[in-house]
């Protein structure tokens, strides 16, 4: 499991990796404010040494991705010191739902006057990801490592910050500097064995992942993330090996029933597929791993077309969060609602799925930030929605809103998917060479894009190129995730009629 959390925010596609800025410390105690660290690391401020031991075994449990395993030491830590502001940046970084990642995050952000600089910094280029703010967030990470360069955890954070922003040598060279400043921090051969891999360097991830396994052979990530390299490179059974090899380290581990119903699925075994989420259902812990779950199996009948089946699954996820009241993961089940809507060509459902969870936001409580991005995605849906229709005249309205939002927002994933739509539309009218130069600055991180390029090179005579854009499709083997689910089977067989 990369740094990433399973749960699946849709509704905000700009909220980047806050999970992963992991806070930092120096290793001295005393009983009163840290103002500076002498050692070059970001300082620790607490009021009590026994907070700050919890911090600690906290921060460990966290950084080896046991973040059901943190909490207790982080509340803890809370309870003893209640101003204590980076506790509460782990403790909503660590939450199994939305709504708690707020709520602490709030908090955090309440408290950040009585934290250092440095650790102020860090809390609020959470609060700037949370928002999509991507600009903000990149200043407050700037100052940050120019504070502390010698710091791996500051390294990692802002490494992390260019992964989610596909920025991926930029983010490869901060976690190289990462690992010079501590060679055996192993959270960053983590990431940095997922960095290698989006750039197609499938021996670097494995090296990446070996070295991983090998600092904390005793726990069960390294062989989940090494197990998810083995299933993007197709090979099923290898990868199925690795994931038990997580469960026999602890059973609990929800990430890695997760990734084995992905490995089930792509060896043609839905079925077994869908037992592996219900067992993870049957024995999750808290809302969060019950509704990743539940996403898992809604992924595995779409994968197999059986979208109504997908969708009862989704409602089923929608109660769990609407028993407490969980507005953003309500919204973003709508929004998963709506695309598999979308996928079935039910484009009246799917808008009105869009619509009530873009009105669900703004009735919300959520920052400014957040409603702001939840009407850009408004905006990204609504073109969707025309170009099935074939209404290109709307579609073209719709995305060039989009468009002048995300240029003046800076944000980088924003502007991939403004060129998705302009590229989307340009393929429906058949201006396939716009189409082409649109879709060549989309996400290509997602597999939807690579089958419209294929479809785009194809009608221009370019079969080669639409053979090899085809085939990286067809063998995305990602996670369980919608967007491949609503293209992989067809992918695969007009991948099948090619050859």
Same mark, same amino acid.
């Given at each position: ?94 939450? +199994? ?349 997602? +597999? ?34 919608? +967007? ?16």
């Amino acid at each position: 499991m990369s740094q990433r959390k399973t749960l699946h925010l849709v509704w905000t596609a700009s909220i980047l990796l806050a999970s992963a800025a992991l806070i930092a410390c120096n290793q001295t105690s005393g009983n009163t404010t840290t103002a500076a660290a002498s050692d070059g690391k970001l300082p620790i401020t607490t009021r009590s040494d026994e907070a700050r031991q919890e911090f600690l075994q906290g921060r460990d449990l966290s950084e080896r991705l046991l973040g059901q395993e943190s909490l207790q030491h982080f509340d803890k830590a809370l309870s003893i010191d209640p101003e204590f502001a980076s506790a509460e940046l782990a403790r909503a970084n660590n939450s +199994p739902t939305t709504k708690e990642f707020s709520e602490h995050l709030k908090k955090a952000v309440s408290l950040a006057d009585k934290a250092s600089d440095g650790e102020k910094l860090l809390i609020l280029s959470n609060e700037a990801g949370a928002n999509g703010d991507t600009e903000k967030q990149k200043s407050h990470l700037e100052k940050l490592v120019a504070a502390y360069p010698n710091d791996e955890r500051v390294q990692f954070a802002v490494g992390t910050y260019y992964f989610g922003q596909q920025e991926l040598d930029e983010a490869v060279a901060h976690y190289k500097k990462a690992v010079e400043i501590a060679p055996n921090f192993s959270p960053t051969y983590n990431i940095l064995g997922y960095a290698y891999r989006q750039q197609g360097d499938f021996a670097g991830a494995e090296q990446a992942f070996k070295k991983y396994v090998e600092l904390i052979p005793n726990d069960p990530n390294p062989y989940d993330s090494y197990a998810e390299l083995l299933l993007k490179m197709g090979r099923f059974e290898d990868s199925q090996a690795e994931y038990r090899k997580a469960l026999a380290v602890d059973p609990h581990f929800q990430p890695s029933h997760f990734g084995l119903a992905g490995a089930f699925l792509y060896a043609g075994k839905p079925e077994d597929a869908q037992a592996e989420l219900q067992k993870m259902a049957d024995q999750a812990r808290n809302d969060g791993e019950l509704r990743t779950a539940y996403f898992g199996m809604a992924v595995v009948a779409s994968d197999e077309g059986k979208f109504d089946k997908a969708l009862q699954v989704m409602e089923k996820e929608y109660a769990v969060a609407q028993k407490t009241n969980d507005v953003a993961s309500m919204a973003a089940d709508l929004q998963a609602e709506g695309n598999i809507l979308a996928a079935k060509a039910d484009y009246i459902g799917a808008q009105g799925r869009f619509d009530r969870s873009f009105q669900m936001i703004q009735a919300s409580d959520q920052s400014q930030g957040i409603k702001d991005n939840a009407k850009l995605l408004h905006e990204f849906n609504l073109t969707g929605i025309a170009i099935g229709k074939e209404d290109f005249a709307s579609a073209k309205s719709h995305a060039e809103e989009f468009r002048k939002d995300a240029e003046a927002s800076k944000n980088s994933v924003q502007i991939k998917q403004a060129h998705e739509l302009t590229g989307r539309v340009a393929l429906g009218e058949k201006d396939y060479a716009q189409a082409i130069a649109e879709l060549e600055q989309a996400n290509l991180q997602d +597999p939807r894009n690579l089958l419209r390029l294929s479809q785009a090179y194809q009608a221009k005579g370019d079969s080669v190129r639409a053979k090899e854009d085809l085939a990286k499709a067809a063998d995305w083997n990602s996670l369980p995730a919608l +967007p491949y689910a609503f293209i992989r089977v067809k992918a695969q067989k007009m991948l099948e009629k090619k050859a």
